[in-house]
């Protein structure tokens, strides 16, 4: 990238530009995360089990002296008894082997996550491009890792004398001391150094990994005429501009279904249509549709209503043509005023004796399909 176009790209990477790079490999990594983890994983492994290694680790030894003085008379059984012993051994550190390689897997998952790419491996030509090559040496990516490098070698040098140096006593000492309790001391050692070793890579994997993420955004970055020129093609997309319409009628659905609990009534086919109506005298010219839906929205229409204790009329007819001739948050047409009039004023007066204000007679409810006039759909 010329310094020119690295200047040009001013914008974060959309999710199909990291979508991309995801695919060709390039996710942010950190060798140094990693290999803290790994050490600390060493060192909770010899913590946890160490004491148990040290105890098997000792007789097999005694069994070793054991089985190979008598196997030298029979050269046969050598290699079986080395083969036995190596495998007890292989199973003392088992363990600790184990918990070391979780972790080395486990690292990537904090940085970057998991990412196999076949397309990472395949030939690329630039990569032997003689040119790209040295400008990849002297990018300041790689002045980074010669730094990163540099600066882990002496700390983990500079570490690693000051353990031996602070515990030089211990290790002149381990010689004299039963082979149980040297290897016992010897653990107890490396335990140390372990960890003091993990600490040093934890502090460099703190300033490593926000320099990774850094520098794979950066690298990821747009111009403002790629990001134009990749929302032409994706908005160009069938399955994007469906999955656009699908969002948006969700939305217009849910934000209808907010105003059925306000509804005077919902007129139902009684399973096809449902068509929730609202009237405020003096504010509306006349009645209008806040609700609408056929077949699992005419269901869900109905179960809201019911929750909230919207009167529900069956009129076939009437629903039929009201779902079809009415748009939402629209006046119904002139033509269903008299068939609509009917339902509320059945509606207002199941209303007035639920409030007690006239006799408890239910009253009537009206023919619809005598309200509609001539030539409406039935």
């Known amino acids: 990238m010329s310094e020119s176009s690295a200047q040009d790209r001013t914008e974060a990477a959309t999710p199909k530009r990291r979508a991309d790079a995801r695919k060709k490999g390039q996710v942010p990594r950190s060798r140094e995360l990693s290999a803290a983890a790994v050490v600390l994983a060493g060192a909770g492994g010899v913590l946890a089990w160490g004491g148990s290694a040290a105890t098997g680790a000792a007789a097999l030894l005694r069994d070793s002296y054991a089985g190979i003085v008598p196997a030298l008379d029979d050269p046969g059984q050598l290699p079986i008894r080395a083969a036995e012993l190596a495998g007890q051994g292989f199973l003392q550190v088992l363990p600790i082997l184990a918990l070391t390689t979780i972790a080395a897997l486990a690292a990537p998952m904090l940085i970057g996550g998991w990412n196999f790419s076949p397309g990472a491996a395949a030939p690329d030509p630039g990569r032997v491009n003689p040119l790209s090559g040295l400008k990849r040496i002297f990018s300041a990516n790689s002045l980074a890792e010669l730094f990163k490098a540099l600066l882990k070698f002496l700390l983990i040098a500079g570490i690693a004398s000051g353990v031996i140096w602070s515990d030089r006593e211990q290790l ?5 001391l039963p082979t149980a309790g040297a290897i016992a001391e010897g653990l107890r050692l490396a335990l ?5 070793m993990g600490g040093g890579l934890l502090l460099i994997a703190a300033i490593d990994v926000p320099w990774q993420l850094f ?8 111009t403002k005429q790629e990001v134009r020129e990749e929302y032409k093609q994706s908005e160009g997309k069938p399955e994007v501009k469906a999955k656009i319409r699908r969002l948006q009628q969700e939305m217009a659905n849910a934000r209808m279904m907010e105003k059925v609990p ?3 009534v919902v007129v139902t086919n009684p399973t096809h249509y449902a068509v929730a109506l609202s009237y405020s005298a003096g504010k509306d010219r006349a009645p209008r549709v806040v609700a609408k839906g056929a077949d699992e929205l005419a269901r869900a229409i109905r179960e809201l209503a019911a929750e909230h204790r919207v009167p529900l009329v069956e009129a076939p007819p009437l629903a039929r043509a009201l779902y079809r001739s009415c748009e939402l948050d629209a006046e119904i047409p002139s033509a269903l005023y008299q068939a609509v009039a009917q339902v509320l004023s059945y509606v207002y007066q199941l209303r007035e004796i639920r409030h007690g204000r006239r006799a408890a007679a239910a009253p009537t409810p009206p023919r619809i399909d005598e309200g509609l006039p001539n030539g409406q759909p039935d």
């Open 172 to 176: 002149l000492a381990l010689g004299a």
């Open 192 to 196: 140390n150094a372990l960890l003091w």
């Open 215 to 222: 520098q794979h955004a950066k690298q990821l970055r747009m």
């Open 262 to 264: 306000g509804a005077d």
